[in-house]
């Protein structure tokens, strides 16, 4: 079952640190700017200065039955900059986790994994979860898992790349893993009027195909850390 958890819960200060430098690293702390509509003059974000001081409330997934996508804060209290943090995608550690920020700019859609926009309702904020980051956009915040079997792996890292274009080009990262990919990726080469310079990087060197016993219309990247 997933756990919607406050800091009275179990997680402290420190832990909720530790969360955040799993899933941020080391950036330094800066003001969240903007609001939830992607575009070119988004501003990339880093650590929510919000995450690291404040009370925040805990969800397992951001897909899962009770997760994120499913919890839109109320009017009042007024909940812009509201931080949250997250273990997963769809399951707990599958690297999709991270600190979401409420904003209150009305979004164009929810691209699953930078920006979630959960149901509106009588009494409820407007507004969308922005994920709170700092540099390379991860395949895996989308829901790719890398374990030689999900059959959304394609899907997900398209979605990594269509975020990165929405937002002027910049760096896609692919973890060591095998991806399951049944559809041709597009590295667009612009995003509207603008050309938007998109780079495809794994953490190590080798990028290979791999075979997919008893499956059909499809194939397996496999990009390793060595």
């Keep these: ?21 799993k899933f941020l690293g080391v950036g330094g702390a800066v ?11 988004e501003p990339e974000v880093g650590v929510a200065s919000a ?3 404040g009370s925040s ?30 273990g997963g995608h769809s399951v707990i550690d599958d690297g999709g986790g991270g600190a979401f920020v409420w904003a209150t700019d009305t979004p164009v859609f929810d691209d699953n994994g930078m920006v979630i926009v959960p149901p509106g309702g009588a009494g409820l904020a407007a ?3 922005r994920r709170a980051y700092s540099g390379a956009i991860n395949v895996r915040w989308f829901g790719a ?22 937002r002027g080009g910049g760096v896609v990262f692919v973890p060591a893993g095998d991806y399951c990919v049944s559809a041709t990726i597009y590295l667009p080469k612009r995003y509207g009027d603008q050309p ?23 194939s397996c990247l496999r990009w390793t850390s060595m």
Excluded: H
């Design 1 to 21: 079952m997933t756990r919607v958890k406050s800091e009275e819960d179990g997680r402290g200060t420190a832990d909720r640190r530790e969360v955040i430098a």
């Design 31 to 41: 003001a969240l700017l903007g609001g939830c509509v992607s575009g070119g003059n």
């Design 51 to 53: 995450a690291l001081s």
């Design 57 to 86: 409330v805990w969800f397992d997934t951001i897909t899962g039955p009770g997760g994120l996508r499913s919890y839109r804060p109320p009017v009042t209290p007024t909940p812009y900059g509201q931080t949250v943090m997250v």
């Design 127 to 129: 507004g969308c979860w």
């Design 145 to 166: 898992r890398g374990n030689g079997n999900t059959l959304t792996d394609g899907a997900a890292i398209q979605a990594a790349i269509n975020a990165a274009a929405s």
């Design 196 to 218: 938007v310079p998109i780079a495809l990087v794994g953490e190590g060197a080798a990028l290979s195909s791999t075979p997919l016993t008893g499956r059909r219309n499809g």
